[in-house]
């Protein structure tokens, strides 16, 4: 289904719309982020992991409980095959997007840089995933 090009609530300005590859460990946007100012997302779609299918939300996936602890973001609100946003590919900066209603207000960018984006998933593994999300930033 295609995303809206409608604003988000409190959104002007759509920066740009990416397709975030599964098999990808990090899709760059054209995005420089700036420290401070707040933006919004918007992203759908499903990838797959194998041959299980995950929305951007992702989801617990009880077989792999034992492999949570090698997911690349361990936010709480991460799961495997979750959207996650970094900046500059900055460990530190992960944070769950997913489809982007987790952040109703907006979220603010705690540092400046480039988005890059990934699905949540063991770093080394990422050779057994399958298609795309698209995922819309605006500020």
């Known amino acids: 289904m295609p ?12 920066l740009c719309s990416v397709e975030i590859q599964a098999d990808a460990p990090w899709c760059p946007t054209a995005v420089m982020l700036t420290a401070g100012q707040r933006y919004f997302f918007r992203a759908s779609g499903h990838w797959r992991d194998w041959n299980e299918l995950h929305d951007v939300n992702g989801a617990a996936v009880p077989k792999l409980a034992p492999f949570k602890r090698l997911i690349r ?9 979750t959207l996650i946003g970094a900046i ?6 992960y944070f769950a997007i997913g489809d982007g ?4 207000a907006g979220w603010v960018a705690p540092a400046s840089g480039q988005l890059r984006c990934f699905a ?3 770093r080394l593994l990422y ?5 795309a999300i698209t995922l819309q930033v605006w500020s």
């Open 73 to 81: 973001c361990k936010a709480a609100d991460a799961e495997w095959f």
């Open 127 to 131: 050779c057994n995933n399958h298609g």
């Open 101 to 104: 209603s987790r952040w109703p």
């Open 88 to 93: 500059d590919k900055d460990r530190q900066s």
């Open 120 to 122: 949540n998933d063991v």
């Open 3 to 14: 995303l809206s090009v409608v604003a988000p609530a409190g959104a002007q300005t759509l």
